[in-house]
């Protein structure tokens, strides 16, 4: 089972700060298996990002991701008051399974 | 647009299984894999496994092999997760997730909350 280590645990900043979050594989993956999440509390994950750097439908350009084989990033340019929540990578393997890293809080400084 | 609505909260004493329903539209059901992802109360999330709606073939997450069974109806577009010999450890929040065009959930239902409680 491929592991998905993210960090930092917590990310501490300010509006307007960039904020960049960590996924780690436990072995290499396809870039294209490779996904970005958002929750906020009380509601369902969105999707962010796909195939680690094609944003997903309406969401905004600050948001960046790249990465491949073992190490992806998440990059938001400029942190906005609603984007402060937790985010979550996803990769999805050839076994086939699914899974996700334990997951980055962004929380206002 | 697309929407996965799921049936409302559970609760639930141990021994007992449970059967969550995940309703879609907006899409044609039968052409992306229904994936079924967990999150206990302030812990992350925990993939459980995926239905093929078109054949109902299924597979699931090593963890929970022999105790959730999934299905689903396609005539009325609705796919199913059965967690059997629940304990405290299943109170959590389930998903229902829809499967893009390559690896990732592109929509989620609402989730609905399982409590398991004597």
């Known amino acids: 089972e491929i592991v998905l280590t993210q960090s930092p645990g917590i990310l501490s900043l300010s509006p307007g700060e960039r904020a960049t979050l960590s996924c780690r594989a436990s072995?290499?993956?396809?870039?294209?298996?490779l996904a970005w999440y958002q929750q906020k509390p009380g509601q369902a994950p969105r999707l962010l990002m796909s195939?680690?750097?094609s944003r997903a439908t309406g969401i905004p350009e600050r948001f960046s991701g790249s990465g491949s084989g073992t190490d992806f990033t998440l990059t938001i340019s400029r942190l906005e008051p609603e984007d402060f929540a937790l985010y979550y990578c996803?990769?999805?393997?050839?076994?086939?399974?699914?899974?996700f890293g334990g997951g980055t809080k962004v929380e206002i400084k | 647009q697309v929407q996965l609505v799921q049936s409302g909260a559970e609760v639930k004493k141990p021994g007992a299984s449970v059967k969550v329903s995940c309703k879609a539209s907006?899409?044609?059901?039968?052409?992306?894999?229904m994936h079924w992802v967990r999150q206990a109360p302030g812990q992350g999330l925990q993939w459980m496994g995926w239905?093929?709606?078109?054949?109902?073939?299924?597979h699931y997450a090593q963890k929970f092999q022999g105790w959730v069974t999934m299905t689903r109806d396609t005539s009325i577009s609705t796919a199913y997760m059965e967690l059997s010999r629940l304990t405290s450890d299943d109170t959590a929040v389930y998903y229902c997730?829809?499967?893009?065009?390559?690896?990732?959930?592109?929509?989620w239902g609402q989730g609905t909350l399982v409590t398991v409680s004597s």
């Open positions: 997730a829809k499967k893009g065009d390559i690896a990732e959930l592109d929509y």
């Open positions: 907006g899409y044609t059901f039968t052409g992306y894999y």
């Open positions: 239905i093929n709606p078109s054949s109902g073939g299924t």
């Open positions: 072995q290499s993956i396809r870039s294209s298996y």
């Open positions: 195939g680690a750097s």
């Open positions: 996803q990769q999805y393997g050839s076994s086939p399974e699914l899974t």
